[in-house]
Structure formats: C-alpha cells, structure tokens
C-alpha cells in the first residue's frame, strides 16, 4: 500500500494545483472587479490561468493535430489514422494520406519509451509524410494497460518491434529515434537468426545509446552511480485506484518530469514567470511559443517498472547490447548476423544525452554487415533534440536519412529528397 498510497498522493497534488489554478482564475476574473482594476487581481488570474494549465497537460495525452497536408497535385489531402497492429501496450499506427497514391518509401519510425507519448515526434512525422509512406510505434500509457495484461520489459518491447516489422514487410525502413534504437538493433538482428526474409532494407539509428559508456554523459554517470536496490525503492510506484492499471508497478511520469524539471529550474521557472506576464498583458494565446512546448513537454505517461529497471540494468549497467550478450527469450541476438540491413548513425555534437560515439558503436557490433551498407554522420552543433525534430533535422539529416534510403532501396524507384540528391 506504501508505493499506491505516494502514487496516489503525486496525483492528489496534481490535482489540488489544477483546482487552485482553476479556482484563482475563476475568482479573480469576476465582473464586479473590473470597476475597480487591480494589477494584482490581474496577476492572479494571469497565474491561475497558466497554472491549471500546467498541471491539467500531465494528465491528457496530446492530439497528433495532423488533419491534412499539401500534396504535389497542389491540393489538400485529409490525413487519417489508424491502427494497423494493436497489442496491449502499444500500436502500430499509419497515417493514411486519402486520395494520395501509395509512397514508394515505406518507413517505420520508432517512438521512443522514455516518459513521453511518441506525440513528441509530431514534427518529425510531418516532415516525413510527404515523401514516405509513413507508420509510427504508439505506446501506451502504463498506468492505464489492466494487470492481467502481464510484464513489459526489454525483451517484451523487443519482441513487439520484431512483430511490427513482420507485418510490414521486407521493403520496410526503419527509424529508431534515441532510447529505441539499442532495441531497435537487437530486434533487427533477432529478425536476422530467426527470419531473415522479415527484415527491413535500411535502419537508421538516431542518437541512441547503443554503448553508453562510450562517451559518458550525465545519464550514464547516475545509472553506474545508484544500485538497482536504490532504483527501485526511490522510483517505482504501484498505480493508484483512478486508473484501470491500478496496483500495477511503474516509473511514473510525473516522477521523471520533476527529474527533467529540476535539471533546469531556473530555465523554466523564468519560462513560466514570463508566459504569467503575458497573460495578464493578453498576449498569451492556446498556441503560442511557451504552450505549444510545454503542452508536449509536460504530458508525461508512466513506464512499467520491469521496463524502466530492466533498461537501466541490461542496457546501461550491463551494456548487453554493447557487449553483443543480449538475450530474448532465451535465445542470444547476434548482431553480427545482420549482413544484408542498410544501417546509419546519426548524432549530435552537443547532444548531453547520447553523447557522440555511443550510437556510431552499432556499426562495429555489425561484423557481418559490409563497409559498403554502414553510413555515420555527426551534425555540428546540434543537441540532443535537434537531430529529430528541430532545425538540424529539417535542414540536413532528413535529407540525408532519405538518400540513404533511396539508396539502399530495392526498386530504387523512391524519389531523390532534394535536388542536391539528384544531382548526385
């Protein structure tokens, strides 16, 4: 009851501050105060106005917001999705362009599970659907996955891709994106022993920690640092009676998201002093700058606790996947039997996450795979979040990540990404 009861308590507070939020706005914004302004009653709105906000995007997962995109015949197509493969714990999702052809580039991005819904990738999914026909790993929020759904941890997660790319197909090409792509690998090379017609053509990894102890970093320093006796006694939680998992074992958000927060107090702490004097200027708005961030940053989703423990154990710790020892089903992966699988790196030189050097390590666990299918690159000045979804992404590795997988298409008949692809 020790680990429901502080679960409980985390969304107790939650919603005290939501309600506190709500109520300061309500109360401050009555008419009768308007005969007399006050800039303190303002004040008060203006902070209850971004505090209920604040507190009420923890708890609500955010809208992809993707309903059409322009097409090359210059008119707009309505953008559907749907569930193509549905498991307990995640889904595999399709945005379906209607009245579009069918892309030639059939790309699988890998969300990563890491406290954040894959929404978190919206922008990397939008410069994507014009040129590829594009599915996107949706996981869930464990709080909300029934105990009689069983465990989830590395190996389940694995497994769950290996299954996915089944589906799809061997002319898949698959992007994993930070926290994924060590898995993403094994799950390659679990497709390489058991069923190589089942793999895909190309795999680029983007900023993942395939060998932690690389170059260490922050994230890799407390993962040597703490035992998982002190993991699992700070961290884990049972989920409280409000939600369908309840009394199942997790990493909660909103635990991790006052891990993110503390990082960078002061950062935020003027963010939000700011976004409060522009609400009481009336210059904030549902999709400024400051909401359109945090609405996503602060939407966090629990993570089932074999998961988060056996991540930090078997991939940090151990460095399974570094070492080539990593094991599913009791059956060991072999990297070095990928030989046929395009594989890129792609990594940021400022990234203080997955520091440059861990993610290149792929390429010399594929032992089978020649020089010829191994690309790397490294962006220049580009931090951690850069390289999949900000200017760095848009501007040079998107085009860089298609090229290379036109290249390494069988058909070879996706289109160049730019006219610099062209030309080469």
């Given at each position: 009851?020790?680990?429901?009861?502080?679960?409980?308590?985390?969304?107790?507070?939650?919603?005290?501050?939501?309600?506190?939020?709500?109520?300061?706005?309500?109360?401050?914004?009555?008419?009768?105060?308007?005969?007399?302004?006050?800039?303190?009653?303002?004040?008060?709105?203006?902070?209850?106005?971004?505090?209920?906000?604040?507190?009420?995007?923890?708890?609500?997962?955010?809208?992809?917001?993707?309903?059409?995109?322009?097409?090359?015949?210059g008119?707009?197509?309505?953008v559907?999705?749907?569930?193509?493969?549905?498991?307990?714990?995640?889904?595999?999702?399709?945005?379906?362009?209607?009245?579009?052809?069918?892309?030639?580039?059939?790309?699988?991005?890998?969300?990563?599970?890491?406290?954040?819904?894959?929404?978190?990738?919206?922008?990397?999914?939008?410069?994507?659907?014009?040129?590829?026909?594009?599915?996107?790993?949706d996981?869930?929020?464990?709080?909300?996955?029934?105990?009689?759904?069983?465990?989830?941890?590395?190996?389940?997660?694995?497994?769950?891709?290996?299954?996915?790319m089944?589906?799809?197909?061997?002319?898949?090409?698959?992007?994993?994106?930070?926290?994924?792509?060590p898995?993403?690998?094994?799950?390659?090379?679990?497709?390489?022993?058991?069923?190589?017609?089942?793999?895909?053509?190309?795999?680029?990894?983007?900023?993942?920690?395939?060998?932690?102890?690389?170059?260490?970093?922050?994230?890799t320093?407390?993962?040597?640092?703490?035992?998982?006796?002190?993991?699992?006694?700070?961290?884990?939680?049972?989920?409280?009676?409000?939600?369908?998992?309840?009394?199942?074992?997790?990493?909660?958000?909103?635990?991790?998201?006052?891990?993110?927060?503390?990082?960078?107090?002061?950062?935020?702490?003027?963010?939000?002093?700011?976004?409060?004097?522009?609400?009481?200027?009336?210059?904030?708005?549902?999709?400024?700058?400051?909401?359109?961030?945090?609405?996503?940053?602060?939407?966090?989703?629990?993570?089932?606790?074999?998961?988060?423990?056996?991540?930090?154990?078997?991939?940090?710790?151990?460095?399974?996947?570094?070492?080539?020892?990593?094991?599913?089903?009791?059956?060991?992966v072999?990297?070095?039997?990928i030989?046929?699988?395009?594989?890129?790196?792609?990594?940021?030189?400022?990234?203080?996450i997955?520091?440059?050097?861990?993610?290149?390590?792929?390429?010399?666990?594929?032992?089978?795979?020649?020089?010829?299918?191994?690309?790397?690159?490294?962006?220049?000045?580009?931090?951690?979040?850069?390289?999949?979804?900000?200017?760095?992404?848009?501007?040079?590795?998107?085009?860089?990540?298609?090229?290379?997988?036109?290249?390494?298409?069988?058909?070879?008949?996706?289109?160049p990404?730019?006219?610099?692809?062209?030309?080469?």
């Open positions: 009851m020790r680990y429901m009861a502080t679960y409980d308590f985390m969304e107790t507070f939650r919603n005290t501050n939501q309600w506190l939020g709500a109520s300061a706005l309500s109360l401050a914004s009555y008419p009768v105060f308007s005969m007399v302004p006050n800039p303190a009653l303002q004040w008060v709105a203006a902070w209850g106005e971004v505090t209920e906000r604040t507190f009420q995007r923890m708890a609500v997962k955010p809208s992809w917001g993707i309903r059409s995109m322009t097409c090359a015949d008119r707009d197509h309505l559907e999705k749907e569930v193509v493969v549905e498991g307990d714990f995640g889904d595999l999702l399709h945005f379906k362009v209607l009245g579009r052809e069918t892309k030639p580039r059939k790309v699988l991005l890998v969300a990563p599970m890491s406290g954040h819904y894959a929404t978190l990738l919206r922008s990397t999914v939008v410069s994507l659907l014009p040129d590829c026909e594009l599915y996107v790993t996981w869930h929020n464990a709080r909300d996955i029934p105990v009689s759904a069983g465990k989830f941890d590395v190996e389940d997660y694995t497994l769950y891709l290996v299954d996915f089944r589906h799809l197909g061997p002319d898949t090409h698959v992007i994993a994106v930070c926290q994924p792509a898995l993403t690998l094994a799950a390659t090379a679990y497709l390489a022993g058991e069923e190589p017609k089942a793999q895909p053509r190309s795999l680029t990894l983007i900023g993942g920690p395939i060998d932690p102890d690389a170059t260490p970093t922050d994230v320093d407390f993962g040597n640092r703490v035992t998982m006796g002190q993991l699992e006694e700070a961290m884990i939680q049972r989920v409280g009676f409000k939600y369908k998992g309840v009394g199942r074992l997790v990493y909660p958000g909103l635990l991790q998201l006052a891990s993110f927060m503390s990082m960078n107090a002061d950062r935020h702490g003027q963010a939000f002093s700011d976004q409060i004097n522009r609400a009481m200027k009336g210059e904030s708005s549902d999709h400024d700058a400051h909401n359109r961030f945090y609405d996503e940053y602060l939407a966090v989703m629990d993570m089932t606790a074999e998961f988060y423990l056996s991540t930090v154990e078997r991939i940090f710790k151990n460095g399974e996947i570094a070492k080539n020892e990593f094991i599913v089903n009791g059956k060991h072999d990297i070095g039997k030989t046929t699988v395009a594989v890129k790196t792609v990594e940021g030189a400022n990234d203080d997955s520091a440059p050097g861990q993610c290149i390590a792929a390429l010399d666990l594929c032992t089978g795979l020649p020089d010829s299918k191994k690309a790397s690159h490294v962006e220049p000045g580009a931090g951690h979040y850069g390289i999949f979804a900000g200017k760095s992404w848009r501007n040079n590795i998107r085009p860089l990540v298609l090229d290379f997988i036109d290249a390494n298409s069988g058909d070879n008949k996706a289109k990404a730019n006219k610099n692809a062209a030309a080469r």
